[in-house]
């Protein structure tokens, strides 16, 4: 079985590297989708920013080996996903797992994931759950049932029988399984007040609430006591604690060489 993973550049430089560090032992080839450009969901967006991640620091690294650069500009977020998914499947790939660039897994939970994709080939979707931090790898959200997990993302598709996305991530399709006692750990919120800004003023998401307001009333002011944090369902993340527990291992000093 050929297994690869994909990610995106736009904006996502303080990740990348670790990024690939987590997954090139673990799979047989990375495909990374680079444009200039934001997508298009806020038009003025596309006027104003444009991706400040160097390509040539991939060019240059020693992950150089399995990698295909796949550079282009994309007004959405499906469109460049799906080019990621149909460019693989043409390359003869079997699998094709998601790994935006503020994804981790523990080395060992890599392995795991392989192992239970191989031994379950007649799904077209693998899902997969996952921890979502809040500022800081130290602050994690807590779901509107007091839990850590924040959901299950669409993660791994099978190319034997998936040709597209329908909506950003996912394809819609019943035959999918859950893997189990694998946790994702995103790091989708840790920003800066800069990033978290350009954030909600280009992304897939930016057109179904009012960035301005949610920047201004939930992110700004936060403190360990509010609630509601979710900019477009505000239950779905209660609050966020402190967390005490173990990060993988290419993201445990991330707070401290960042002083976030």
């Known amino acids: ?29 990375i495909y990374i989708m680079h444009s200039e450009l934001p997508w298009g969901y806020k038009p003025e967006a596309r006027k104003t920013y444009t991706n400040n991640f160097d390509i040539n620091i991939i060019k240059e690294s020693p992950y150089m080996d399995k990698i295909t650069i796949i550079e282009g500009d994309w007004l959405g977020d499906t469109e460049q996903r799906t080019d ?3 460019r693989a499947r043409r390359d003869g790939f079997d699998f094709l797992m998601i790994h935006d660039a503020d994804e981790f897994y523990f080395y060992e939970d890599f392995e ?22 809040w500022k800081s790898f130290k602050n994690i959200l807590i779901n509107h049932d007091g839990a850590y997990i924040s959901g299950c993302n669409p993660t791994i598709a099978n190319l034997n029988t998936v040709d597209h996305y329908d909506y950003i991530r996912d394809t819609y399709t019943q035959n999918r ?18 990033e978290l800004y350009k954030k909600v003023n280009m992304t897939s998401h930016s057109n179904d609430y009012d960035g301005e307001k949610w920047y201004k009333e939930v992110w ?8 509601n944090l979710h900019p477009i369902w505000p ?4 609050r966020a604690e402190i967390f005490t527990g ?9 707070d401290l060489v960042n002083k976030l």
């Not at 700004?220 to 609630?227: A, K």
């Not at 239950?235 to 209660?238: E, F, G, T």
């Not at 173990?246 to 991330?254: A, G, N, R, S, W």
């Open 1 to 29: 079985m050929k297994f690869a993973t994909y990610l995106m550049t736009y904006d996502q430089g303080k990740w990348i590297m670790r990024n690939l560090e987590n997954a090139y032992p673990h799979v047989d080839h």
């Open 177 to 194: 399984i859950t893997i189990p006692d694998v946790i994702c750990y995103h790091g989708s919120y840790v920003l800066t007040d800069e």
């Open 84 to 86: 990621c998914l149909q």
């Open 220 to 227: 700004l002011p936060w403190t360990l006591e509010s609630r």
């Open 112 to 133: 795991k994931i392989r192992n239970f994709v191989e031994n379950n080939t007649n799904y077209d979707v693998f899902d997969m759950h996952l921890y979502a931090f």
């Open 235 to 238: 239950w779905a993340w209660n």
């Open 246 to 254: 173990e990060l993988p291992e290419v993201i445990k000093d991330f």
